[in-house]
């Protein structure tokens, strides 16, 4: 028997199984109805509904007006940054230039 015949035998063999009793599907069917009924229910099966409907709860809004604050002065602090590397990279090209020039004259 070669390898490649190893998989039909398996398959063959599933076939072969007995089917579970309709009884276990049906335990299954109400274990899974339950447990989406208590999902539906509780609190975040109606957060999940209100996000899906595009709804918001009211109280969202004080948390983007106390970070705006926050977020214009990283923005600042960003700006300033940009402009102290802009600066710095200016005078690391000063510094290459008058080498260059002093290597070469």
Same mark, same amino acid.
């Given at each position: 028997? !070669?390898? !490649? ?29 339950? !447990? ?70």
């Amino acid at each position: 028997m !070669t390898y !490649t015949r190893q998989p039909e035998l398996f398959v063959k063999g599933i076939s072969r199984l007995p089917a579970p009793p309709l009884s276990r599907y049906l335990v299954f069917m109400f274990w899974l109805f339950l !447990t989406a009924l208590i999902v539906v229910k509780s609190p975040l099966g109606k957060a999940l509904a209100d996000r899906l409907a595009g709804r918001y709860p009211e109280g969202d809004g004080h948390l983007e007006s106390d970070l705006e604050p926050i977020v214009h002065q990283l923005e600042d602090r960003v700006l300033d940054l940009e402009e102290r590397l802009e600066f710095a990279e200016r005078l690391i090209q000063q510094q290459k230039e008058r080498d260059r020039l002093q290597a070469g004259g």
